[in-house]
């Protein structure tokens, strides 16, 4: 499960390595873990692309993706790729898939003696839909890092309120009525865990060479795209 950041630092590090890179830096056994946190991930959100768009034309959105992860992934080097690449890892995959489908249709096209029409997907709702399949998929992650942590840290209290607060939706008052911590109380330990979430989702999302300013927005639509609210206060 992804480590986060020490619960300690307010700030974020943004050039800091991402969980990713961590574990692409640690040879066979984290390239595996990156591998296996890759399609936990994206595996939906790609099969919802492929389905709203154009490429289900070429091959089945199931077979796609799954031999699209099984030839990229499969390569040492494939995920080393995005991280010089700068792209957010979304980015980067997608167009991975676009690419992968258009090499089985020539493929295709080859073995049947026909010719090859390129396709072009359509790039509109299927790519909210695509990013809103992602948002879901990241916060979830996330969220489950931050309450296993918490959890480990005998801060098991802390992962309750937030779970009250941030995904029930409860107010301090109806948290203080409900569990007996008094409503100061328990924002302070919700901001806490709250503030161990962010670092765990910033770590999720960042990529090499990204600004502040670029994680915050990416931040700000996945949050958006997942329906979550910010209790950054």
């Given at each position: ?100 489908a258009r090499e089985q249709g020539r493929h295709a096209a080859r073995n049947s ?57 409860m107010s301090y008052d109806q948290i203080s009525e409900s569990g007996g911590v ?52």
């Amino acid at each position: 499960m992804i480590d986060p950041s020490s619960p300690q630092s307010d700030v974020f590090p943004v050039t800091a390595a991402t969980w990713l890179g961590d574990r692409l830096a640690c040879g066979d056994g984290g390239r595996d873990d990156a591998v296996i946190h890759v399609m936990r991930i994206y595996r939906e959100p790609l099969l919802i692309y492929a389905k709203g768009s154009s490429l289900r034309t070429i091959q089945d959105p199931e077979e796609l993706v799954h031999g699209f992860f099984a030839d990229r992934l499969s390569r040492v080097d494939y995920l080393d790729k995005w991280r010089r690449s700068g792209l957010p890892l979304r980015r980067w995959l997608i167009n991975g898939l676009i690419f992968f489908a258009r090499e089985q249709g020539r493929h295709a096209a080859r073995n049947s003696g026909g010719v090859n029409t390129p396709v072009e997907p359509n790039l509109d709702e299927t790519v909210g839909q695509y990013t809103r399949s992602i948002a879901r998929a990241v916060v979830a992650e996330a969220l489950t890092a931050t309450i296993e942590a918490l959890s480990s840290e005998g801060r098991g209290e802390h992962a309750r309120l937030f779970v009250l607060h941030y995904i029930r939706g409860m107010s301090y008052d109806q948290i203080s009525e409900s569990g007996g911590v008094e409503p100061r109380r328990a924002a302070v330990m919700v901001r806490t865990a709250t503030r161990r979430f962010r670092i765990t989702l910033r770590g999720l999302i960042a990529w090499p060479g990204a600004t502040d300013e670029d994680i915050e927005t990416e931040l700000s639509s996945l949050l958006n795209n997942c329906g979550a609210q910010r209790h950054d206060q």
